[in-house]
């Protein structure tokens, strides 16, 4: 691992740099905040080692303020003018009540350091775990419902790192080969948070494949509840200009000028989910049918049962993205089919999942996606486990039978 350390006293900084280096470790020390931070605007690490009470300026009288203030700058929303470490430690002796308190807030690891080096085993070992973060596919969901349907695969819960949790589990694919698959959920729903939690994502874990599952909307007559859409482009149809056009002297309207930017999916072969046929997802349906009968009752049930009847079909086309919920069939018409009449789903994420991972050195990237409403007056929540557990279905399986590196 590439660290940086903040440490002001040379005798300390040694024997933390002399541990590290016999463990491999690139260690590059750095004895204050403020040539600490510009470290961190100029070059990426994986871990910052941090000592409390140290200097603002070279030569200057150190303070415990100083290092409380870099953490609190650190994951204080400067992401555009540093480069956040993926670990942020503090190895300190200054560990009071208050200072605890004034830390406790912040996604980081303390470790005390003592005259006696009990420290070094625990330091040794945050980062080697850290260091093992590094998994094949991760799997990325926007909501509690889909994030549970994929959960529901069997999965080990991961420790707290900064910005979320996880959970990971592994498995063989086709091929045999073991592949470590990590899985996620966004704090909260939209394209700006599916975007930074995804380059947090690949910061993290450096996967190779992005995969988001969940559920989403369908064109009307065109999908019906229930069918699946793979992503192969996406687009944030809130993108472009709004101008104020003069009918008359008193009339005035808004006109808005649209400027979408489509990003196609990553796969090395495109036409793969062709190998879903309707009669392979009647296989993933029936496998949910038990569970639908044990979990839902009443009307919701019967309506299960007629889908499960029909013949599932599964979309490859285009994602439309925006930022609110959607439950008016004149807005979509006005917004979303005007730009893309073929459109197959919308949604609040897959664009944002699509840039991010565009923008990265991810491999492969896709969205796999279950109608559970059509965006019109009728849109309601109750289809959405069902929906979300047929995508996981989908998803898991293809990991298993269908994807190779």
């Given at each position: 691992?590439?660290?940086?350390?903040?440490?002001?006293?040379?005798?300390?900084?040694?024997?933390?740099?002399?541990?590290?280096q016999r463990s491999n470790h690139i260690v590059v020390p750095r004895f204050c905040t403020d040539d600490t931070k510009n470290e961190l605007r100029l070059n990426k690490y994986d871990a910052l080692i941090v000592d409390l009470k140290v200097p603002k300026k070279n030569g200057k009288s150190?303070?415990?303020?100083?290092?409380?203030?870099?953490?609190?700058?650190?994951?204080?929303?400067?992401?555009?003018?540093?480069?956040?470490?993926?670990?942020?430690?503090?190895?300190?002796?200054?560990?009071?009540?208050?200072?605890?308190?004034?830390?406790?807030?912040?996604?980081?690891?303390?470790?005390?350091?003592?005259?006696?080096?009990?420290?070094?085993?625990?330091?040794?070992?945050?980062?080697?775990y850290y260091d093992r973060l590094k998994y094949d596919i991760a799997i990325i969901t926007a909501v509690e419902v889909e994030f549970e349907a994929v959960k529901s695969w069997g999965w080990q819960n991961g420790h707290d790192i900064p910005d979320f949790t996880y959970y990971y589990k592994?498995?063989?694919?086709?091929?045999?080969?073991?592949?470590?698959?990590?899985?996620?959920?966004?704090?909260?729903?939209?394209?700006?948070?599916?975007?930074?939690?995804?380059?947090?994502?690949?910061?993290?874990?450096?996967?190779?494949?992005?995969?988001?599952?969940?559920?989403?909307?369908?064109?009307?007559?065109?999908?019906?509840?229930?069918?699946?859409?793979?992503?192969?482009?996406?687009?944030?149809?809130?993108?472009?200009?709004?101008?104020?056009?003069?009918?008359?002297?008193?009339?005035?309207?808004?006109?808005?000028?649209?400027?979408?930017?489509?990003?196609?999916?990553?796969?090395?072969?495109?036409?793969?989910?062709?190998?879903?046929?309707?009669?392979?997802?009647?296989?993933?349906?029936?496998?949910?049918?038990?569970?639908?009968?044990?979990?839902?009752?009443?009307?919701?049930?019967?309506?299960?049962?007629?889908?499960?009847?029909?013949?599932?079909?599964?979309?490859?086309?285009?994602?439309?993205?925006?930022?609110?919920?959607?439950?008016?069939?004149?807005?979509?018409?006005?917004?979303?089919?005007?730009?893309?009449?073929?459109?197959?789903?919308?949604?609040?994420?897959?664009?944002?999942?699509?840039?991010?991972?565009?923008?990265?050195?991810?491999?492969?990237?896709?969205?796999?996606?279950?109608?559970?409403?059509?965006?019109?007056?009728?849109?309601?929540?109750?289809?959405?486990?069902?929906?979300?557990?047929?995508?996981?279905?989908?998803?898991?399986?293809?990991?298993?039978?269908?994807?190779?590196?």
């Open positions: 691992m590439k660290i940086l350390l903040l440490e002001n006293s040379s005798a300390k900084a040694q024997k933390i740099i002399g541990l590290l150190e303070d415990i303020s100083y290092g409380i203030s870099l953490i609190q700058y650190i994951f204080g929303g400067v992401r555009d003018t540093i480069y956040r470490p993926k670990i942020v430690i503090v190895l300190s002796e200054y560990l009071s009540c208050e200072t605890m308190q004034s830390l406790q807030a912040f996604p980081i690891s303390i470790i005390p350091y003592t005259p006696t080096e009990s420290w070094k085993k625990p330091l040794i070992n945050r980062l080697n592994e498995l063989k694919n086709r091929d045999g080969k073991k592949l470590k698959l990590v899985l996620v959920k966004l704090n909260r729903m939209g394209m700006v948070c599916a975007t930074n939690t995804t380059d947090r994502v690949i910061q993290y874990f450096e996967p190779r494949c992005i995969i988001m599952s969940g559920i989403c909307a369908g064109r009307k007559n065109a999908t019906a509840l229930g069918d699946i859409i793979v992503a192969a482009t996406a687009w944030d149809y809130g993108s472009g200009s709004i101008e104020e056009i003069k009918k008359t002297q008193q009339k005035k309207e808004i006109k808005f000028n649209p400027d979408p930017d489509y990003i196609a999916l990553s796969l090395k072969n495109t036409n793969v989910f062709d190998w879903y046929t309707w009669d392979k997802i009647e296989t993933l349906k029936s496998e949910l049918a038990k569970y639908a009968k044990d979990k839902y009752e009443g009307k919701l049930l019967e309506v299960i049962k007629e889908e499960q009847k029909r013949k599932t079909k599964l979309h490859q086309g285009s994602m439309a993205t925006g930022a609110a919920v959607i439950k008016a069939e004149q807005f979509v018409n006005m917004f979303v089919k005007e730009q893309n009449r073929k459109y197959s789903g919308l949604d609040m994420e897959t664009y944002g999942v699509y840039y991010a991972a565009k923008h990265s050195t991810v491999q492969d990237f896709f969205a796999v996606k279950c109608v559970s409403d059509l965006a019109d007056e009728h849109k309601g929540d109750e289809f959405q486990d069902y929906c979300a557990r047929l995508s996981a279905a989908l998803t898991m399986d293809f990991i298993t039978k269908k994807y190779t590196f």
